[in-house]
């Protein structure tokens, strides 16, 4: 620095000509004798501090007389260079940087970056709710695991966000994310740190030593406060919480680790149905790695040609024939053997899969039904991940038109869930799908929230009663009501009604006396092979009877 060599070779304090230079010097500059008294103070200190600098103060009450806030430390022959930030008394910020002179005194120079902290500060900050950001979260967990202090984090992610965004638009949305911080704002309390680090995904960190009760009722009271329903602009909107609670020291002594762990928990959380809370546990981690296992070997699946389709009968009751069969995916992987539906179908949707493995399903599906010489219907089950897709009607419409399979044969199942969101979005396509002569069902009916309702926005052509149902219908009073109720509501609306699951011959009495159309289920035919279901229809014993 130019104040270096200017002082280098001083032993010292600099006489007239030197002093006449550093008061113009355009940095401003202390200069602090071996014993800590300021022994000059050009005009520039004095601009930046808002004093006077008298001869023989001490720094420190210099700086305490100016309502700074923090002290430098002075420097010494083992230490020549000292760093202190400042704050001055209207908020801006200095660096002072203090040098070692030969006399045992200190030159101490002063620069604002006030600037500079504004823009780092802000780079912390998440612009629209003001909460601190992913940056901001990382840097407050490294600073209270660097105290050693025990830690609770919250990891909160919304649902049903997406719909509020999609048919409101984002400014409603983002209206919505600011609320959500406000009620987060109002559970933290003092020392706690809320961020906003994704689109809706927010982290709360709670520090000191608090009991797992406590950390239960603040998680708790996470989902109900976010969960309650708000007014923006004349909507009433209900969106719910998910929160995944990790503990450091317990979980982690590391940032990383620690957030890591509270993904895992609210993956958890929300896998068992949303809307609550899950603490992490240490097998989480290996679920995941298996999960993630599955969903490499899935994405490779497509290309090496492991799945299979298997087509389950259905029957009509008041013929007793074979009248269609339901698509059912199967994977068969070369090293883990046969996978589950149940293991790998949630994974598909949840990576998006789902929509390559559902138009390879409909595509064989249809062109193995072309080639039976019997004109049964083929059912096939449509993901609610699927709607999603703008080219749906057309991939439809590419299926049936390569296969030659005439669409009236062609049966799409949906289940409520496909209905949940942007429900006019998904009549829409249903009467796209309907215009083209493809039979639309309703599948495992009765197990959603608002069946009848979904029945008036759209006429299926078949209602099919969940399993769950028919297998309980031998102890339970209540579920056979059901059977009847929905056999009765689908022949008053000119619906078909089949009933799912049925496996003893006193099941299928049951079902056949409360008036239901059709069943399907492993007493009336197991799943099997295109080809085995096309030897079915081609023999004359593709009826089922009495003693079946």
């Keep these: 620095m130019a104040l270096n060599a200017l002082l280098q070779d001083r032993a010292d304090w600099p006489a007239d000509a030197y002093v006449a230079a550093l008061v113009e010097l355009a940095t401003p500059v202390l200069l602090v004798d071996r014993d800590g008294f300021v022994e000059f103070?050009?005009?520039?200190?004095?601009?930046?501090?808002?004093?006077?600098?008298?001869?023989?103060?001490r720094l420190d009450d210099l700086l305490a007389?100016?309502?700074?806030?923090?002290?430098?430390?002075?420097?010494?022959?083992?230490?020549?260079?000292?760093?202190?930030?400042?704050?001055?008394?209207?908020?801006?910020a200095v660096n002072a940087e203090a040098r070692y002179l030969p006399n045992g005194g200190a030159a101490l120079s002063l620069n604002d970056v006030s600037a500079f902290?504004?823009?780092?500060?802000?780079?912390?900050v998440d612009p629209l709710t003001g909460l601190a950001n992913r940056v901001g979260l990382h840097g407050a967990l490294a600073d209270m695991l660097a105290a050693g202090l025990p830690v609770a984090v919250f990891c909160i992610d919304l649902d049903r966000f997406k719909s509020v965004?999609?048919?409101?638009?984002?400014?409603?949305?983002d209206a919505l994310l600011r609320r959500v911080a406000e009620r987060l704002v109002t559970i933290a309390g003092p020392g706690d740190v809320v961020a906003r680090v994704g689109g809706d995904e927010f982290t709360m960190l709670r520090p000191g030593d608090a009991s797992p009760t406590a950390i239960s009722e603040t998680a708790e009271r996470i989902v109900d406060l976010?969960?309650?329903?708000?007014?923006?602009?004349?909507?009433?909107?209900?969106?719910?919480?998910?929160?995944?609670?990790?503990?450091?020291?317990?979980?982690?002594?590391?940032?990383?680790?620690?957030?890591?762990?509270?993904?895992?928990?609210?993956?958890r959380a929300k896998a068992e149905g949303r809307g609550r809370f899950r603490f992490f546990e240490a097998d989480m981690d290996a679920q995941m790695q298996a999960r993630r296992a599955i969903e490499l070997d899935l994405r490779r699946a497509l290309a090496l040609k492991e799945f299979e389709l298997v087509y389950q009968p259905q029957v009509d009751l008041s013929t007793q024939a074979v009248v269609g069969f339901e698509a059912l995916l199967r994977w068969r992987n070369a090293r883990r053997g046969l996978i589950s539906p149940a293991e790998f179908i949630p994974i598909a949707?949840?990576?998006?899969?789902?929509?390559?493995?559902?138009?390879?399903?409909l595509r064989t599906a249809c062109r193995e039904a072309a080639s039976w010489s019997h004109p049964a219907e083929v059912a096939v089950n449509l993901s609610p991940i699927q709607f999603r897709d703008h080219k749906l009607v057309q991939t439809v419409i590419s299926a049936l038109a390569h296969s030659g399979l005439e669409p009236g044969r062609l049966e799409l199942e949906i289940t409520e869930s496909a209905l949940m969101d942007e429900t006019d979005t998904v009549v829409a396509t249903l009467k796209t799908l309907r215009g083209l002569g493809v039979r639309i069902s309703m599948d495992d009916f009765?197990?959603?929230?608002?069946?009848?309702?979904?029945?008036?926005?759209?006429?299926?052509d078949k209602i099919k009663i969940d399993q769950s149902f028919v297998r309980g219908m031998g102890d339970n009073a209540e579920a056979g009501a059901i059977v009847r109720a929905v056999a009765r509501l689908g022949t008053s609306l000119g619906m078909k009604t089949t009933a799912e699951g049925v496996e003893t011959q006193e099941q299928l009495d049951a079902i056949r006396a409360e008036g239901?159309?059709?069943?399907?289920?492993?007493?009336?035919?197991?799943?099997?092979s295109g080809a085995d279901a096309a030897a079915l229809l081609a023999s004359r014993g593709a009826k089922i009877g009495k003693e079946a």
Excluded at 517 to 523: M, P
């Design 41 to 57: 103070a050009n005009r520039q200190v004095c601009a930046m501090l808002g004093c006077s600098a008298a001869p023989l103060l």
């Design 65 to 92: 007389s100016c309502g700074v806030d923090g002290r430098p430390a002075l420097p010494s022959a083992a230490t020549p260079e000292k760093m202190a930030q400042l704050r001055l008394s209207d908020g801006r």
């Design 117 to 124: 902290v504004r823009e780092a500060e802000r780079a912390r």
């Design 165 to 173: 965004n999609d048919t409101l638009g984002h400014p409603i949305g």
């Design 226 to 267: 976010v969960g309650r329903t708000y007014v923006l602009e004349g909507h009433m909107l209900n969106v719910g919480a998910s929160v995944g609670v990790t503990l450091a020291p317990t979980d982690g002594s590391d940032g990383d680790t620690l957030l890591k762990n509270g993904d895992l928990a609210l993956y």
């Design 349 to 361: 949707e949840d990576t998006g899969l789902i929509v390559s493995i559902g138009e390879w399903v």
């Design 446 to 460: 009765g197990t959603g929230y608002s069946s009848l309702s979904y029945l008036q926005k759209f006429p299926f």
């Design 516 to 528: 239901c159309s059709h069943v399907q289920g492993y007493l009336t035919g197991r799943p099997m």
